[in-house]
Every structure is written in structure tokens, then in C-alpha cells.
């Protein structure tokens, strides 16, 4: 699909800010990543800041990986700013399910602001869905292709937005249109902190292409490094191989080994 390479042209040309409340385990990878694609990525959480730092930044990603109270009231504040100010919020529930904590604040970041993305694992958008999802810590404790993309449909229908459901096949869906992306590697599962690289990656495609497209485009591009990193064989080079190819890639490649299709 040519809009894909279209999109990763986009961000390139545009170079967005992109302004992450994450968590701390991941804030460094998930910045290389960002750069290495082309975008601009900023790092603020502190409450006194973030309304301004969204004002000035294209599109606005929320990972609830490590949480507290002054993160949690961080991210309202900056969820609220963005809907008001019309900038495009991609979230990462990370770990909903295993803790009340975590889905409580996934639930009500949902609730209070425009969230133009969703993206998680099959155990976290059940358990978002409240199907009882069984999560281990930050991992997916099932996955099946058979109703992955039932929910990825089913939860985009229920919260008004575009939800991805990755995994080892991608399911990303409005409610109405649904994509599969078949891309990726296995050692992406051996490197900590590459499922929020991708949902860094969604907010910097949120800046230039409608969400859909964005959240379909970012998988592409992200899983095709992948697979070319892959090369390494081994987690360690894998990692930076990874930076490489985010780098390296062009919107050709990105095209020739896209596997997407519509469903």
C-alpha cells in the first residue's frame, strides 16, 4: 500500500514534536527511536509544564507503564490539553488487567480526552474491554489470531477510536475498516520497551496522517526495521541494529516488504 511509504515521507519532511509522558524504563529508547525514524521527540512530565509543552508539540503520547500519582495527574492535565487543543493523543495501557491501578487510569484517561489510539496487546484491550484478560505483569498472557481481530473491532467501536491490537500478527481497526499487518520479528519480544517504541512510532505517523493510517503505517515501518534488523540474530546488536534501520529505511522498502492487507 503506497500511503504507508506516503506517511514514513510525511514525518520525515515534517520532522514532528512529539512530547512523551512515558515510563522511565524506556523513556531513552523510546526517544533514539523517535529520532532515528526523523521525528522530534520531548519528555515531560512534570504537572506545571505539560498543558504548555502540548501546545507547542504535534501529537502527544501517554504510556502508563510506571505509574504514580503526580504521573497520573501529569497525564489528565495533558490528555485534557490535547482534546481541547485538537492534537492527537496515541495510549499505551501497559499492563491493564494485571493491577486496578493501571486499568482505573487507562479507563479514565479514555473517558476524560479525545484518544485518537489505542495501542496494546490482547490482554490489555480485554482487559480494557473488561473480558477478564489475563495480563502477567506487562506482558500478554494470551493471544489468539482468531479473536484478535474481533477485538481490536469491538473495542474500536466501543471507545470511539482507533484500536491496535499487536501481537504476533497486528489487528488495527476504527470500528468500521480493519487492517492486518503480518510483519515483524520474534526478537522484538527479546528486547525490553520495542512495544513502546511502536506507540512512540504512532504518535510521530499521528502528526501527519489520520489516525487509521497512522497507527497502521507506524507498525509497518517499525516491524520492516525490525525484520531487517533482525540480521543481528542476537538481542543486544538486535537493539541497535534496530536504531539503524529506523534510520536507514526509506518509504521503497518500506512498501516492497509491507505486509498488510485489509480484512
Not at 146 to 170: C, K, N, W, Y
Not at 243 to 248: I, N, R
Request: with cysteine.
Amino acid at each position: 500500500m503506497e500511503w504507508v511509504g506516503d506517511a514514513l515521507r510525511k514525518v520525515r519532511e515534517k520532522r514532528p514534536l512529539v512530547h512523551n509522558i512515558t515510563n522511565y524504563v524506556v523513556m531513552n529508547e523510546t526517544a533514539n527511536a523517535l529520532l532515528a525514524l526523523g521525528a522530534s521527540p520531548v519528555m515531560a512530565h512534570a504537572l506545571e509544564e505539560v498543558g504548555e509543552m502540548v501546545s507547542i508539540a504535534d501529537s502527544l503520547v501517554i504510556n502508563i507503564g510506571t505509574l504514580s500519582p503526580p504521573w497520573i495527574a501529569s497525564m489528565e492535565k495533558a490528555v485534557k490539553a490535547a482534546s481541547e487543543l485538537g492534537k492527537p493523543v496515541v495510549l499505551d495501557p501497559v499492563g491493564a488487567g494485571a493491577t486496578k491501578l493501571r486499568t482505573s487510569t487507562a479507563m479514565k484517561l479514555l473517558e476524560m480526552g479525545d484518544i485518537s489510539v489505542i495501542r496494546g496487546n490482547f490482554g490489555e484491550i480485554s482487559a480494557l474491554l473488561g473480558e477478564h484478560g489475563k495480563t502477567r505483569g506487562v506482558d500478554s498472557a494470551e493471544y489468539s489470531l482468531e479473536s484478535a481481530s474481533q477485538l481490536a473491532e469491538r473495542a474500536a467501536g466501543e471507545f470511539g477510536t482507533v484500536v491496535a491490537v499487536t501481537g504476533p500478527v497486528d489487528f488495527v481497526s476504527d470500528g468500521k475498516r480493519t487492517y492486518v499487518v503480518e510483519n515483524g520479528h520474534e526478537l522484538l519480544g527479546n528486547v525490553t520497551g520495542t512495544g513502546c517504541m511502536a506507540t512512540a512510532i504512532t504518535g510521530a505517523f499521528l502528526a501527519v496522517e489520520e489516525p487509521l493510517k497512522a497507527a497502521v503505517s507506524a507498525l509497518v515501518t517499525f516491524e520492516v526495521a525490525a525484520e531487517l534488523a533482525s540480521e543481528a540474530k542476537y538481542p543486544g546488536t538486535f537493539h541497535v541494529k534496530l536504531y539503524d534501520y529506523l534510520y536507514a529505511i526509506d518509504p521503497e522498502t518500506v512498501v516492497r516488504m509491507a505486509k498488510v492487507r485489509g480484512v
